[in-house]
């Protein structure tokens, strides 16, 4: 069981709409995906491919290692199967685990308790073992282990993550409602960013649309901002070979970008957050951000034959203002793309279908995403009609 080079089922999680655009960048990657299901992908690997996935995965959650398939009828035949496992290879005797699960089974009315007997075999069968068991809880910060156990067929896999892949490290001051670091980034790939052309982000908040893109224009692989992974945890964890792979991941960044990143917001507050952010980032170099109405946003010529953005994540109405408030201003946002975003993809980024209507723009398409508990959809427009200006021109 300690051998984690061999290859294992690895299931890659994700939000409710990125599971398309997961799977191509994992085929970006250079792997093969054998199936999307819902909330993400399945593909086979080693521990030293987790360890890479969570590295460069800008779309995903979490990457989950299976270590045994198996059946169980209720709690004592869960309790079974894994306390013969070899968890002292896997886990120190001072140690701290965590156990998260999904369970659909008629003996189980509260996933708490199959998580406590996962729990009990773990720290059971290293007490037999060794002079100590380890501690347990709810936080994620030692080894993570995911109970998946549908009817009778169960599986334990190692969450190779700990803390969702969307938290980079460098949102240290979020602002208000921000976007999650993981749809923003699906956003830019559904929209075919890829960090030649301009992008242009107002109402851009904390600056996280802005912060991913510049992330991605310089390849910058998203786990590089991150100190702590729940695989660090395990016994046959190799800090060498995670160095190595770091410094391969450095290797790749480059110093420059095709086009522009520039990010605006009317708020002060916003401005100085997404400063600070995008500096957390080491990304701040690469973004111009001005504090302005976004009708007073300049867009750049679109740099030509490539994708030029110009994408929004404007308020949707049900957390932060009234709704009919906002309808001014989704109706003024899609009046802005057309008359001065000539040659640009437009996307918009909404919780609020009804608000959506207002940009009077026909839609290329709309791609569903859920952001938390919210069904959003980002809607791309192609820019061709209307008389672009800039601002100095305006």
């Not at 007997?117 to 720290?123: E, H, L, M, S, W």
């Not at 010529?301 to 404007?314: Q, S």
Request: neutral net charge; hydrophobic residues 40%; glycine residues 8%.
């Amino acid at each position: 069981m300690s051998d984690l080079s061999k290859q294992s089922f690895i299931f890659v999680t994700c939000a409710g709409g990125v599971e398309p655009i997961l799977e191509r960048e994992l085929r970006a990657l250079g792997y093969k995906p054998e199936a999307v299901r819902p909330l993400g992908v399945a593909l086979r690997g080693t521990m030293d491919d987790c360890l890479h996935l969570n590295l460069h995965l800008r779309t995903a959650h979490r990457v989950l290692y299976e270590l045994r398939r198996f059946k169980a009828e209720n709690p004592d035949e869960l309790y079974a199967e894994l306390v013969t496992l070899p968890w002292e290879e896997l886990i120190a005797e001072d140690g701290y685990l965590s156990v998260v699960s999904s369970v659909d089974n008629p003996t189980i009315r509260d996933a708490r308790f199959a998580n406590l007997r996962v729990k009990d075999a773990v720290v059971d069968r290293i007490g037999q073992r060794c002079s100590r068991r380890p501690d347990s809880g709810p936080d994620r910060n030692g080894v993570v282990l995911s109970l998946h156990w549908q009817g009778r067929t169960a599986s334990i896999s190692l969450d190779t993550t700990g803390d969702p892949l969307s938290n980079r490290g460098y949102r240290t001051i979020p602002h208000t409602a921000p976007m999650r670091e993981s749809i923003a980034a699906a956003s830019l790939f559904a929209a075919d960013y890829n960090g030649k052309g301009h992008l242009v982000n107002p109402m851009c908040g904390s600056g996280t649309l802005a912060i991913e893109a510049a992330l991605l224009a310089t390849g910058t692989a998203p786990g590089l901002l991150r100190k702590h992974f729940a695989f660090m945890h395990l016994l046959p964890f190799d800090p060498d070979r995670w160095a190595a792979l770091r410094a391969q991941a450095r290797e790749q960044v480059r110093n420059g970008i095709g086009g522009s990143i520039s990010a605006t917001d009317h708020d002060p507050a916003a401005m100085e957050a997404a400063r600070i952010n995008a500096m957390q980032a080491g990304m701040s170099q690469y973004i111009a951000f001005e504090t302005c109405d976004f009708r007073e946003t300049e867009v750049p010529y679109p740099n030509p034959r490539v994708v030029n953005l110009f994408i929004a994540n404007p308020e949707y109405g049900k957390r932060l203002s009234n709704e009919q408030a906002l309808e001014p201003v989704y109706t003024a946002l899609g009046d802005f793309m057309k008359q001065h975003c000539r040659g640009y993809t437009g996307a918009v980024f909404t919780g609020n279908l009804r608000l959506a209507k207002k940009i009077g723009l026909r839609t290329r398409a709309r791609v569903p995403l859920m952001s938390g508990p919210l069904d959003c959809r980002l809607l791309l427009f192609d820019l061709y009609a209307g008389t672009r200006k800039t601002k100095d021109e305006a």
